[in-house]
């Protein structure tokens, strides 16, 4: 009786019982140590550009795209959410929606304009209940009012001249605004241009050319945007002409910022009002005139 795991001759001893294709060509194959195994990646396949290239501009095109969003075309729904960044660097871009002074309003921020479809495909909330919290407070740098009248103080004559030409010059229309700060009342601090019959301007130095606000005088914090020796030529030429709020007897006169500070010393007027937190100027207060196109 032969062995039945014998390698010789004899029944199913033969290569066809105990071996097939696959095995041959494995014993066939030199032997490949682990370690080489590990690192057998076949690089010729990546360095075919075909292979490759399309990945990479994907991959850049996702990121610039992600980049490019973040910084111009997200919508900044306050000014809080304002980067620090941003300021001296950046303009913000949007239609204004209210008017609370004659130098401060609401803005709806619209990142990209009508390029990205606001205006037509994109609509900017026209109801108040629509726009709370949804926009910037913004202050005219370099430029002071006249102020309106404050619980129970009387209004500083022109205050209610500025408001209105202020509102009637940018309540509605897009502007765009070079922002430098954020001030102690959360409001962002920046000059304003607005276009009118094509041409670009400078909101508040068309102010200080109609005699309707001063420069500004506070000693500390005040901003001008490097504007400063052309917003005061404007003013000296509107006090020289007497226009607004020059042409009044010198002697009785009383600039917006000497205003402030008499009123502070009796809790009335704008300072007391800013001392006792920031000013929201989509709600009245203390009988200060807002002008909105809200519903």
Do not use: C
Request: hydrophobic share 35%.
């Amino acid at each position: 009786m032969p062995w039945p795991f014998n390698s010789g001759s004899g029944p199913g001893s033969g290569p066809s019982a105990n071996s097939s294709p696959d095995k041959d060509d494995d014993s066939s194959r030199p032997p490949v140590s682990w370690a080489s195994s590990l690192n057998g990646t076949d690089w010729q396949h990546y360095k075919d550009p075909r292979n490759w290239v399309p990945t990479f501009l994907l991959t850049t095109t996702v990121l610039v795209s992600l980049q490019v969003y973040r910084s111009y075309l997200r919508r900044i729904p306050g000014a809080i959410h304002v980067q620090p960044s941003f300021f001296r660097k950046r303009s913000l871009f949007g239609q204004v929606t209210s008017v609370g002074d004659g130098d401060n309003f609401h803005m709806f921020h619209t990142p990209g304009g009508r390029f990205v479809g606001w205006g037509w495909l994109r609509k900017v909330p026209q109801k108040k209940a629509e726009l709370k919290s949804k926009t910037i407070p913004i202050r005219l740098a370099g430029v002071d009012a006249p102020e309106g009248a404050h619980f129970g103080r009387p209004a500083q004559p022109f205050s209610t001249d500025a408001l209105a030409w202020l509102s009637s010059y940018i309540l509605g229309r897009r502007v765009r605004a070079k922002i430098y700060k954020r001030d102690q009342y959360d409001r962002i601090v920046a000059t304003v241009f607005v276009r009118r019959f094509l041409i670009r301007r400078d909101v508040g130095l068309e102010m200080l050319k109609r005699g309707l606000a001063t420069t500004y005088e506070a000693k500390t914090g005040a901003e001008f945007g490097g504007l400063e020796e052309k917003y005061k030529a404007a003013q000296a030429k509107a006090k020289d002409k007497k226009r607004g709020i020059w042409g009044g007897n010198p002697q009785h006169f009383e600039s917006p910022r000497e205003n402030s500070r008499s009123n502070a010393g009796t809790g009335d007027g704008e300072a007391a009002a800013r001392e006792s937190g920031p000013l929201d100027l989509s709600e009245p207060t203390g009988g200060s005139r807002l002008v909105s196109r809200t519903a």
